[in-house]
């Protein structure tokens, strides 16, 4: 699976950016898609995934009500979003997608773990105060 994100920048608190992902290669219907974020001098950590199976969405309790993740297939590639909104400054860090064909390996306890098979480069989101 190959993942390309795209968007970030700088925004200043209070407004909204939207990343976006695509995704390609699966070769089995069900997987998950998600967003982790790392900041600096701070452990990656999920932000938000979906599963392809239910359309299950998890989110970080750092960002309900704020973030959503979306996802549409076309031409066998997956296109994942996430769209934040009312962004804070401790929201800036680099956002990576992913992908995984395990739920139960990337989603345990009701929280993403770290073991996912596949990552796209990352971008940076810096919201300013």
């Known amino acids: 699976v190959q993942l390309q994100a795209s968007g970030g920048g700088l925004v200043q608190a209070g407004g909204s950016v939207r990343l976006s992902c695509a995704a390609s290669?699966?070769?089995?219907?069900?997987?998950?898609v998600g967003w982790f974020r790392q900041a600096p001098g701070k452990d990656r950590e999920g932000v938000s995934c979906?599963?392809?199976?239910?359309?299950?969405?998890?989110?970080a309790d750092s960002v309900k009500g704020r973030f959503t993740i979306s996802s549409d297939n076309a031409k066998n590639t997956v296109y994942l979003q996430l769209q934040m909104n009312n962004l804070k400054p401790e929201d800036t860090a680099v956002y990576y997608c992913?992908?995984?064909?395990?739920?139960?390996?990337?989603?345990?306890?009701?929280?993403?773990?770290?073991?996912?098979?596949?990552w796209g480069q990352g971008t940076q989101v810096t919201v300013s105060s």
């Open positions: 979906i599963n392809s199976s239910d359309g299950r969405t998890y989110y």
């Open positions: 290669g699966f070769t089995s219907d069900d997987y998950a």
């Open positions: 992913a992908a995984d064909y395990s739920i139960s390996t990337t989603q345990a306890m009701g929280v993403m773990t770290l073991l996912w098979d596949y």
